[in-house]
């Protein structure tokens, strides 16, 4: 064993002799150091850095103060934003909102126990539209008048069950008991009226007047003109005339003065017949002129007719 061992390690020397020379013929040299750079920014680079993260720190906190600042002045909350207020139902608006552009809801109202404004410098106007966005209504409040542009108009009671006033092209109905005309002119009508009863009030005179035109009364069933308290008047420029084609007509009162009637004498004025003829009868000529002829036994209306021919 021994013999073995020394030849393994005289061989090992051998091979490191070989490395040797082989590497002494070959002239290998070993690096040299490298000069050593020095690794950063400096000089203005670092300046310039250092200022640029100076402004961008500046910048955010500018920018978190005003954040904060418009949350706190617009009132930014969870419902939502100042006076307005997001909720299952809808929007709330509280105090006064303006709108610059149109606005479309389903539904406006105002609080319980406060009123609901809109208010414009100029028109307010409601419309209405159908599935096809044709205009079907239009409500205008103006400064002048207010105006409303539909097919029937209602207006209903407070409840909404009673109408009390309805138009459209062919009528206007107005199903209220009692309609109140407070101007000093009263209320002008260009056509017909129908209803059933013209009434004043208890301290004031009812008047029917036709300036320029007739006046004409009518009805199925006969016209009442009464006056419970006070003196009823009935004038006309030119003749007034009172007819009955199948009935009567009948004046019943305790007292009945007809001033102003001719009389059926040749007097020489009409003061002196009164003075010599006390008592005068009524006649009435075939055209239904009436005059005064004096009152004797027997009847002198055939006699003193003369004044028939005249009229």
């Known amino acids: 064993m021994e013999p073995s061992a020394t030849l393994d390690i005289e061989t090992l020397k051998i091979t490191q002799e070989q490395f040797i020379l082989a590497s002494q013929s070959l002239h290998l040299q070993r690096p040299g150091c490298d000069a050593v750079y020095p690794v950063g920014l400096y000089g203005w680079r670092k300046r310039f850095l250092y200022f640029f993260l100076l402004l961008l720190l500046v910048t955010m906190i500018v920018n978190l103060a005003l954040t904060v600042w418009i949350i706190k002045v617009m009132n930014f909350s969870v419902d939502g934003m100042g006076n307005l207020h997001l909720n299952k139902d809808g929007i709330q608006l509280e105090g006064i909102s303006e709108f610059l552009l149109p606005l479309y809801m389903n539904e406006i109202q105002s609080r319980g126990d406060s009123l609901l404004v809109l208010q414009s410098e100029k028109n307010v106007t409601l419309n209405a539209r159908n599935g096809q966005g044709q205009l079907t209504g239009q409500l205008t409040v103006g400064p002048e008048a207010v105006e409303a542009q539909c097919q029937r108009l209602e207006v209903r009671s407070r409840d909404g069950g009673k109408l009390l006033f309805t138009a459209d092209e062919e009528e206007v109905v107005m199903t ?79 007292t009945i003065q007809l001033g102003g009637l001719p009389l059926g004498v040749f007097t020489a004025s009409p003061s002196q017949a009164s003075q010599e003829q006390p008592f005068y009868e009524v006649c009435v000529c075939p055209s239904g002129k009436i005059y005064l002829s004096p009152a004797e036994s027997s009847s002198t209306c055939q006699a003193m007719s003369n004044i028939c021919l005249w009229s």
């Open 176 to 254: 209220t008991e009692k309609f109140t005309v407070t101007g000093s002119e009263g209320a002008v009508f260009g056509h017909s009226v129908e209803t059933p009863l013209i009434q004043a009030k208890a301290s004031e005179d009812l008047k029917l007047e036709s300036p320029t035109r007739t006046l004409t009364m009518e009805a199925p069933r006969g016209v009442e003109v009464s006056a419970a308290r006070g003196l009823l008047k009935v004038s006309s420029r030119k003749d007034l005339q009172l007819g009955s084609t199948e009935g009567e007509i009948l004046l019943d009162a305790n």
